[in-house]
């Protein structure tokens, strides 16, 4: 099974400041230099000569200080696919130590690097996640900056910058300001080190097959994702040998990890497979990233790397256009079919192909021109559809019944949904149809500070108030403000290192135009959403220019580390939920509950988009302005408060955490 990420995560060397003094080069620099013939790839210089100039630097600064701390050097960050020079952990902070060697001086991309090495650790080390975590650059020339940083609290530091003959005594100096002692110097080593990557980070270390191993949640409750994989291989596997055809449906809550699991089994060396989504936005990310990194290594050109990356990761669209003008079996005898539950009916697909049937009964009907065998993994979400036409589970089960031949697999809960349209059989259950718990991912990763935010989320949308105050109760990274520019400045003071942050609204939120922002987020235009979603700031088609903020159409089934949500007139709260619709001059109501409810599920999307922090902007209103009344909106930023959103002081700067 191709897993990703593991919690058993080793320095390259790792021993007392006693052990590091004691030992010899020969003996460090052979351990390293093993270590990464086992892990890395053979084309991967042997940084032979930094690592020299390091050891030497350390012995003489590490003479000055306690023998008792822990130095580890090349400590691997799965996550980022990096290694971290060198941590020395203390009874009272973690120092993160990037150096740049041999001439090189203090750069902002070294202070971003470090920066980002110390998030790591705080979010995914279990011995790190509640410590102070203090990232330094040390370097050989250069004028290091000394930041005004008073007293270090839990949490990552500022970036502290050094020669490398003042590192001691910089350390001596912070470790003066921090008067508890609270780290197990002896114990952290051993610590879970349980990376969540992004959908990108995933995409890359898994296309990439770097040796990277099992994912685990930097919570414990995270059990059954590498179980599911393993189920769904095992699936595979057994199609292949007895030369059947089976349909898989795997369900989950939002930022469960149901596209991770997809994507795991889409990559791995065992099967031959493709992933399929019809939210063309990931296909455009992740196509472009893969291509970016691979494009990198020598021997491929970005436009081989782009094509290569194609027979991975596919627009079910562009799937579904090809295999129907022919009357062959395609080339992929497994697909992953994404967001499975947003399959057209017959209506639409009629009118998108001139194929009087519904998308999963043509799906199945393409799959099963293979004459051996046959696999579909249907990965079903909760709550994310947001387009007309959207037929939901109940077609898959109508076009299976009509299909025999097929054997089903599925989660629990596809038969007991309390929306008709997602319940895969109602009556009629077929032959060939077996219930597997371990289908159903039902616990969310993608937040990583907080396991409580899509019950919440869930709960707030429903209009359950006190069930929302309950849930809130523990750490909810939720928060709201009535001014954009405060929501701004959180979110860049929060998204330091290589953590992202953007903004997000509906693409109904149409009276954003009136404080300056524009709904209308290009999310089929492949280099705009690419270069949103991949661009770093100042490039102004980032994501963290915070400018242009992206619809629910474009950020569906990706993510950010930090998301600015700007609130639209579309979703107001009157006592219950009106959703409403701008047309012309004024806001209209939709009478059919599908319309609302598309709306209900717009804002779901956008409210599970972050891995972190979440911070609400619901504008101010203008009296003079029928179609933003401040009276709605107060109200509507009045009950998120009542269910446990936390309110963002606009006159106090968030802590550095």
């Known amino acids: 099974m191709n897993q990703i990420y593991s919690d058993a995560v080793n320095a390259w060397w790792s021993g007392s400041i006693r052990d590091f003094l004691l030992s010899t080069d020969h003996d460090i620099i052979g351990r390293l230099t093993t270590r990464q013939a086992r892990d890395y790839r053979t084309n991967e210089p042997i940084q032979l000569q930094a690592w020299m100039w390091q050891i030497e630097k350390l012995r003489s600064e590490l003479t000055k200080l306690p023998e008792d701390w822990r130095l580890l050097l090349e400590y691997p960050l799965l996550r980022l696919g990096r290694r971290l020079d060198a941590v020395l952990v203390s009874d009272r902070a973690i120092f993160v130590i990037e150096f740049k060697t041999l001439g090189h001086g203090f750069d902002a991309s070294a202070r971003e690097q470090a920066e980002d090495y110390a998030h790591d650790l705080r979010d ?60 197990d110097i002896t114990g952290w080593e051993a610590a879970p080190y349980r990376p969540v990557p992004t959908i990108i980070e995933a995409a890359r270390a898994l296309y990439d097959q770097h040796g990277v191993a099992e994912i685990k949640a930097a919570r414990a409750d995270t059990i059954n994702l590498s179980r599911t994989t393993a189920a769904i291989l095992q699936v595979i596997h057994d199609a292949k040998t007895t030369g059947t055809y089976h349909i898989v449906f795997v369900t989950g809550i939002p930022g469960a990890g149901k596209t991770l699991c997809g994507l795991d089994v889409a990559f791995s060396p065992e099967v031959e ?43 079910v669209v562009g799937f579904l256009r090809d295999s129907t003008s022919r009357t062959q079996a395609p080339s992929e005898h497994v697909i992953i079919f994404d967001e499975a539950q947003r399959a057209w009916d017959a209506k639409k697909g009629a009118g998108k192909f001139q194929y009087p049937q519904s998308e999963a009964a043509i799906v199945l009907d393409i799959m099963r021109r293979h004459q051996d065998y046959a696999v579909i993994v249907a990965l079903v979400g909760n709550g994310q559809e947001i387009n007309t036409g959207e037929a939901g589970l109940a077609e898959w089960g109508r076009a299976l019944l009509e299909r025999p031949e097929w054997h089903v697999q599925a989660a629990p809960g596809v038969l007991n949904a309390t929306e008709p349209k997602q319940r895969l059989f109602t009556k009629t259950v077929p032959v060939r149809f077996k219930i597997d718990p371990s289908l159903h991912l039902n616990t969310p990763i993608r937040n990583i500070r907080s396991a409580s935010a899509a019950t919440w989320i869930d709960a707030v949308l429903l209009g359950k ?38 903004l997000v609204c509906s693409s ?42 992206a619809t629910e159409f474009a950020c569906q089934g990706l993510e950010l580390d930090y998301v600015g949500l700007c609130w639209g007139g579309d979703l107001i709260w009157t006592g219950q939920w009106l959703s409403r619709s ?49 009276d709605e909106l107060d109200a509507t930023a009045a009950f998120l408060l009542s269910c446990g959103a936390q309110i963002i002081n606009e006159n106090v700067e968030p802590a550095i955490v």
């Not at 270090?152 to 912070?174: C, H, K, M, R, W």
């Not at 992933?275 to 990233?289: E, I, N, Q, R, S």
């Not at 020598?298 to 436009?303: D, T």
């Not at 203008?622 to 933003?628: E, F, G, I, S, V």
């Open 124 to 183: 995914f080390h279990a011995a790190s996640r509640d410590k102070i975590i203090i990232p330094i650059v040390v370097a050989g020339s250069g004028k290091p900056v000394r930041p005004q940083f008073e007293f270090p609290f839990p949490g990552v530091s500022v970036v502290y910058e050094a020669l490398a003959n003042q590192l001691a005594d910089l350390l001596t100096s912070i470790l003066a300001k921090i008067p508890t002692h609270s780290i």
């Open 582 to 630: 701008f047309r012309g001059k004024k806001w209209q109501h939709p009478k059919d509950e599908e319309m609302q409810a598309y709306t209900i599920n717009t804002y779901r999307v956008l409210l599970t988009r972050a891995r972190a922090d979440t911070i609400i902007w619901i504008p101010e209103g203008d009296l003079a302005d029928q179609t933003r009344r401040p």
């Open 465 to 502: 108030k006190e069930v929302a105050q309950h849930i809130a109760s523990a750490e909810l990274p939720i928060y709201l403000t009535r001014s954009l520019e405060t929501m701004r400045r959180h979110l860049r003071l929060r998204a330091r290192g290589g953590r992202r942050a953007g």
């Open 273 to 315: 497979a493709t992933f399929l989504t019809g939210t063309l936005p990931m296909v455009y990310v992740l196509k472009a990233a893969l291509a970016e990194d691979r494009g990198k290594q020598k021997g491929y050109s970005q436009r081989a790397a782009r094509h290569q990356s194609k027979a991975k990761i596919e627009s």
């Open 508 to 549: 109904g939120a149409k009276r954003l135009v009136a404080d300056g922002l524009w709904p209308k987020f290009p999310h089929q235009d492949e280099k705009a959403v690419a270069n949103w979603f991949l661009k770093k700031w100042p490039d102004v088609r980032a994501c963290d220019a915070l400018e242009l903020p």
